[in-house]
């Protein structure tokens, strides 16, 4: 089966400071996709990341980054200098790659970002 | 770019009543997915169509739940005979060969 596990269900922190959210997966697949979504108050998903299973090299995006380790089924994603817009919850996904590519979350992170 | 749209964005209705939501895709998506979302809760899948093909429905998508999705453009889901446990949020999501799913605002229903 598989399964997601966001650990930290809320994390706060004051503005400028860095936070890691952590994500662990559990898959018998050896080919599949990692992603992250931030859903903000609005409520609407935003995309933010997608990774393959067979690239374990790390991405940075501004201030963002992720660090993906296939030894440890870890996915986790770090905000450098955060900032009071990144308040938000924060989802870790996992999609097998087979015929619908339906995505499993876990049940996300709430990150308040305090000025 | 227009993005996925979904109406309405809130439904109050009470228990017992029929209800039926709608998603426009991202124009030439041709997959095309509903999850249901509880409060403090990951979404969680309901349905998969690629193009006019409904090819995948979860367990939680009861005999109450009907999707369709006519000449693969929009999407409707209609939930009849509604029960207070069908309060959520309905997101959906549309991607193309390359997998990536962007969702919509989502319509939250809350069942009286």
């Known amino acids: 089966a598989q399964k997601v596990t966001q650990a930290q269900t809320e994390i706060s922190v004051v503005e400028k400071e860095d936070v890691t959210l952590d994500c662990v997966y559990e898959t018998r697949d050896t080919t599949y996709y990692l992603f992250w979504y931030k859903q903000p108050p609005s409520g609407e998903l935003v995309f933010l990341i997608r990774?393959?299973?067979?690239?374990?090299q790390n991405e940075i995006s501004g201030r963002y980054s992720w660090n993906f380790q296939k030894s440890t089924s870890s996915f986790n994603f770090t905000i450098t200098a955060s900032q009071v817009v990144d308040s938000a919850v924060y989802f870790c996904?996992?999609?097998?790659?087979?015929?619908?590519?339906?995505?499993?979350f876990g049940s996300g992170t709430r990150l308040l970002v305090r000025p | 770019d227009t993005g996925v749209s979904q109406d309405p964005r809130h439904k109050i209705t009470k228990r017992g009543q029929n209800v039926t939501f709608r998603c426009d895709p991202i124009?030439?998506?041709?997959?095309l997915y509903w999850y249901r979302q509880t409060l403090g809760q990951g979404p969680e899948f309901l349905t998969y169509?690629?193009?006019?093909?409904?090819?995948?429905k979860s367990r939680l998508l009861s005999d109450r739940f009907s999707a369709e999705r006519p000449k693969g453009s929009f999407s409707t889901l209609e939930i009849q005979r509604t029960e207070q446990g069908d309060s959520a949020m309905y997101l959906c999501?549309?991607?193309?060969?390359?997998?990536?799913?962007?969702f919509g605002p989502g319509t939250r229903l809350t069942v009286l």
């Open positions: 124009s030439e998506h041709n997959r």
């Open positions: 996904a996992l999609s097998q790659m087979d015929s619908s590519y339906k995505l499993i």
């Open positions: 169509f690629q193009n006019e093909a409904q090819l995948e």
């Open positions: 990774r393959n299973s067979f690239d374990e």
């Open positions: 999501a549309s991607s193309s060969w390359d997998n990536t799913q962007y």
